[in-house]
């Protein structure tokens, strides 16, 4: 990883992270009428160090970037179980505690859903003016006239 | 980006299934005092299943409707001895539709596909404000 990539890593996995979260938020209050669905949400916190440790881990093998441009673990035998893209998957995804339960085993609060789903949406758009900032600072930077 | 773009499908899955529950409700409601129909039967209150089901790449959960099924409460029974299908007690057997039921289905189907059209709206800000990045 150079050193342009380390600095834009962070925002860079973070956004990710927040997007795939809004998905699954987006997912539950989909479902919030459907019989026995029940509300799965991911710690961000551990799922951003898991991805966070995953770039830097396919940075330092220098696995190839695959043919559709996503980093992921070189696989050099046809037995190797290929590794995520630092992403969020089935196993980080865990189900919210129920509050109150309901009749048809639905597990949606509408409230906690929605209120999860706003407080994403606003670290998403803190993360891009983070971002923004520091590519305004690695601009400033890089300019001849300063 | 593209779990983003995925919010889309989420919630026009969960959209296009509330709205297959207001046409249920809406069916519901209008035949209400349809006492016959082409089965020579009341008409039978129906209901939609919701069922969840992996939508996009990223198999997140979406909704589709599973089935239709038909209320199976009996009908209900008015006196009406003028009524030409009054049986010998002069009582017709009208649809087991419960209105004020109906009327909450709808109220509910509506506040639900309210919550998709914000969740469409705010996915959409997002990636507009994504679209940006490094414009400044």
């Known amino acids: 990883m150079d050193k342009l990539d380390a600095l834009f890593d962070f925002n860079a996995t973070a956004l990710r992270v927040r997007a795939q979260r809004q998905e699954i938020l987006a997912a539950n209050i989909a479902n919030a009428d459907t019989p026995n669905y029940k509300a799965r949400d991911i710690d961000f916190a551990a799922s951003l160090k898991k991805a966070l440790e995953a770039n830097v881990a396919s940075a330092a093998n220098n696995a190839a970037v695959s043919s559709n441009g996503n980093m992921s673990l070189a696989t050099t035998h046809g037995k190797h179980i290929p590794g995520g893209t630092g992403g969020v998957n089935e196993a980080d995804l865990l189900y919210r505690p129920l509050i109150q339960g309901s009749v048809d085993g639905n597990s949606v609060d509408g409230e906690v859903e929605r209120t999860a789903f706003v407080d994403n949406a606003i670290h998403y758009e803190a993360n891009i003016t983070m971002l923004n900032a520091q590519i305004k600072d690695m601009t400033a930077a890089l300019s001849p006239t300063s | ?136």
């Open chain 2, 1 to 136: 980006m593209a779990s983003l773009q995925n919010v889309f499908n989420i919630s026009s899955s969960a959209m296009s299934a509330q709205s297959q529950r207001l046409n249920t409700v809406a069916s519901n409601l209008a035949n209400v005092d349809s006492a016959t129909s082409s089965s020579g039967q009341p008409y039978k209150a129906k209901q939609v299943v919701f069922e969840a089901t992996p939508v996009g790449t990223s198999g997140h959960q979406g909704v589709k409707v599973n089935k239709v099924i038909e209320d199976q409460l009996p009908p209900r029974m008015v006196h009406d001895p003028a009524n030409p299908l009054a049986d010998k007690d002069g009582m017709v057997a009208m649809p087991n539709v419960n209105a004020t039921q109906e009327m909450v289905n709808m109220i509910s189907t509506s506040r639900s596909y309210q919550n998709n059209v914000e969740t469409m709206n705010a996915a959409k800000t997002m990636l507009q404000r994504t679209l940006t990045i490094g414009q400044n």
